[in-house]
């Protein structure tokens, strides 16, 4: 039989010597959990191409870069400049390889409403609080790498919005990858976002590099979605170009709640950002939208599960890109909708240019029906700029490099404007812009 | 000397000859109307004109106030004063007409070296030349083009026009599918435009336009070649013998 995964992953063998150093790690259900999940990782290894999740995505350049634990304890003194959103009014906190570091974040000046704290500080003071906030939904997936995070479980935000708080400062998550010059370091930060019953509140991450360099982060988040509450959970994935970004998040989401997310991808080497989302209330709704900007060799995936649980539930989704070079998208959406799940709405939309011959995107929509009153509607494109297009905006005096800028923004537009806060669209609309911008730059270089 | 200048003009698209050597002379201040049966090559001499990808010139040559043409690239002729309404105006989703519009103006007005108008005065600008041709706000902020009516289109096309001011203005077909008030707010747009110093190209089917718009030449293109030119008359004398007598294809 074929090799399925890849077993011989460094971080692997690392684990018995991290192990003791990590927070708690004398409590007896953390041990447990650490040596499940280690266990688990060793079992399957990396996922590779065989397994189905992963077909499209090869993490061999990951397995070679053979990362190690991060231990090492980082000097930043400041955030690096204009690298994250710029979310005038948040409140924000900062993590450092995996690590919170309350001397760079907001943490004393929270609103109302809203509590944030680290989780390696709730590990190590008040631990059996930290269980039951861990502790997975029970239909919560569980690959490789999750079992991976679950083994290294050291610090992330936890962050719990009160029932009923209508929190209109935005809380923005700013984790810096600072990579080890002569060591590939890997972290596995842990995050739950709790949005209690009521509740309205924004949660966005910027993932950014402090410098250029290769690391591994492999995130979780869990995120759970009270009775009628409304979360917006935006994303800006800017890591460092030689960097590893993996990101499962895990949400579910309660009757009548909403969920509206965005994700924009930009930035490291290989990217996967997958969603499972569950709808387990019934009136609920959740939309997972995204924009991705590869060049170069960049890698980017896109991975979406919305399961649909209980009946008269909305989910929508909109994946735009646009690949130039030698850049590679995937794009997988399914949706389940169970037997109970009568009157689901569910619509899918993945689209994607292609600026190079080389570029390339594969794209996997997969519906699963158990109950018979159901609209659901998926599609996908893969396609050029339209040559009629181009001439129509050069007919009238613009130039071909400018008429292509506007096209490829025109394009990204209509997945940006999914996201319900106009002032966050716009932020994403800039970063959109700002990389157009630095292509345009980039081509005008190479033509000199 | 002439605005446009037109010789011998042979050009393929997908390798089939589709125009068969065109003279034609365009002098400032006039107007020109070049009329065909369907498939006669009038949209394809258009697209040559503005220089459109795949329309392969395989002989002659088009001088435009002196300057050869065909050296241009579709932007560059659209800056040295060009322009060309389509018969079948294209949409952009995601661009809005304003910021289209903006954009377009801005470079050919850097490309001449005048300065760039801020939005305030673009706005004040376009609401001017939109507000005769029925054009109000909201189709300004839609994108271009998209969901437009036919006649819509065509309103936008000659808006665009307005703006933008050019030397010469080749009009393919933009009377089709307008109803008679539409046709007159087309014509009147057009008209308004009318200068000594700068010319018309009405490519129609139908002779009702050039009611409005009258010609100082009209051309009949058949199968690639300009068969016969003569005063405004031969609009008339077309409408009522058709094309037939050119041996051509019959009008739809
Ligand atoms: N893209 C194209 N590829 C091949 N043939 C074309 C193309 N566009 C036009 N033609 C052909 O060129 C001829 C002239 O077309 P066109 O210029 O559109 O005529 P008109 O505008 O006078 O109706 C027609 O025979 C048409 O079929
Ligand atoms: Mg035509």
């Known amino acids: 039989m074929a090799k399925e995964t890849m077993t011989d992953f460094p971080l692997a063998a690392a684990f018995d010597e991290a192990a003791p150093r990590l927070p708690g790690s004398d409590v007896a259900w953390l041990d447990a959990l650490r040596a499940q999940g280690i266990s688990t990782f060793r079992a399957h290894g990396l996922p590779s191409r065989k397994v189905e999740a992963w077909r499209y995505t090869n993490l061999n350049a990951l397995a070679r870069a053979g990362f190690a634990a991060a231990e090492v304890d980082v000097k930043l003194a400041a955030l690096p400049d204009g690298a994250a959103l710029a979310l005038d009014d948040a409140c924000s906190i900062v993590l450092v390889n995996g690590r919170l570091r309350p001397d760079l974040s907001d943490l004393d000046r929270l609103p109302d409403g809203v509590s944030a704290e680290g989780l390696g500080d709730l590990l190590r003071r008040a631990p059996s609080r930290a269980e039951s906030l861990i502790a997975p939904a029970p239909n919560a997936s569980a690959g490789a790498l999750a079992a991976l995070n679950d083994a290294f479980l050291e610090d992330g935000l936890i962050l719990q919005i009160e029932a009923g708080a209508k929190v209109d400062v935005p809380i923005h998550l700013v984790a810096v990858g600072v990579p080890v010059p002569g060591k590939a370091i890997a972290f596995h930060p842990r995050n739950l976002i709790v949005a209690a019953a009521g509740s309205h509140a924004t949660f966005v991450e910027s993932h950014i590099g402090a410098a250029q360099g290769s690391y591994f982060s492999n995130g979780l988040t869990d995120v759970r979605i009270g009775r009628g509450a409304m979360l917006t959970h935006a994303k800006f994935q800017d890591e460092s170009a030689a960097a590893f970004h993996v990101a499962l998040v895990r949400a579910s989401i309660g009757e009548d709640a909403s969920y509206d997310s965005f994700v924009l991808h930009r930035g490291a080497e290989l990217a996967r950002h997958e969603v499972h989302a569950a709808i387990d209330g019934s009136g609920a709704e959740c939309r997972l939208n995204g924009a991705y900007l590869g060049t170069g060799q960049q890698h980017i995936d896109n991975t979406t599960v919305i399961e649909h649980r209980a009946p008269g539930s909305r989910s929508s989704e909109v994946f735009k890109g646009v690949l130039a070079d030698r850049a590679h998208g995937v794009f997988q959406g399914r949706i389940v909708v169970h037997r109970d799940a009568q009157q689901t709405d569910g619509n899918q939309l993945n689209k994607t240019l292609l600026l190079s011959r080389n570029a390339e995107m594969d794209t996997k929509p997969e519906l699963e029906i158990y109950a018979d009153d159901v609209k659901c509607s998926h599609g996908a494109t893969v396609g050029e700029l339209s040559e009629m297009e181009l001439f129509y905006l050069r007919a009238r005096g613009i130039d071909e490099a400018t008429a292509r800028d506007i096209l490829v923004s025109a394009f990204l537009s209509e997945a940006v404007s999914e996201l319900r806060d106009e002032t966050l669209a716009s932020i994403f609309a800039e970063r959109i812009t700002g990389w157009v911008d630095a292509r345009h730059a980039d081509d005008a270089e190479k033509a000199a | ?252």
């Open chain 2, 1 to 252: 000397m002439a605005l446009l200048e037109i010789r011998n003009l042979h050009a393929t698209v997908d390798g089939k000859p589709i125009l068969k050597g065109i003279d034609l002379s365009i002098g400032k201040g006039e107007v020109h109307a070049i009329m065909g049966p369907n498939g006669a090559g009038k949209s394809t001499l258009s697209y040559v004109i503005a220089g459109r990808e795949g329309y392969e010139v395989t002989d002659g040559r088009i001088l435009f106030d002196g300057e050869d043409l065909l050296e241009l690239e579709p932007d560059e002729r659209a800056c040295a004063g060009l322009f060309l309404a389509f018969q079948y105006p294209v949409e952009i989703p995601g661009v809005t007409n304003t910021t289209f519009l903006k954009t377009a103006l801005n470079a050919q007005r850097k490309g001449r070296g005048e300065g760039e108008l801020d939005a305030m005065q673009f706005l004040k600008f376009v609401r001017e030349k939109a507000k005769p041709l029925g054009i109000g706000d909201d189709m300004l902020k839609r994108a271009v083009n998209v969901g437009f009516s036919g006649g819509e289109k065509k309103r936008n096309e000659v808006l665009q026009m307005a703006v933008l001011e050019p030397k010469l203005a080749v009009l393919d077909e933009t009377d089709s599918g307008l109803d008679i008030d539409a046709l007159k707010i087309v014509a009147d747009g057009v008209n308004a435009m009318r200068r000594p110093d700068n010319a018309t190209l009405v490519i129609t089917h139908y002779q009702r336009l050039l009611d409005h718009i009258v010609p100082d030449r009209v051309h009949v293109l058949a199968d690639g070649r300009i068969i016969k030119s003569g005063g405004k008359e031969l609009a008339l004398d077309l409408e009522a013998k058709g094309y037939a007598q050119f041996g051509g294809a019959a009008a739809a």
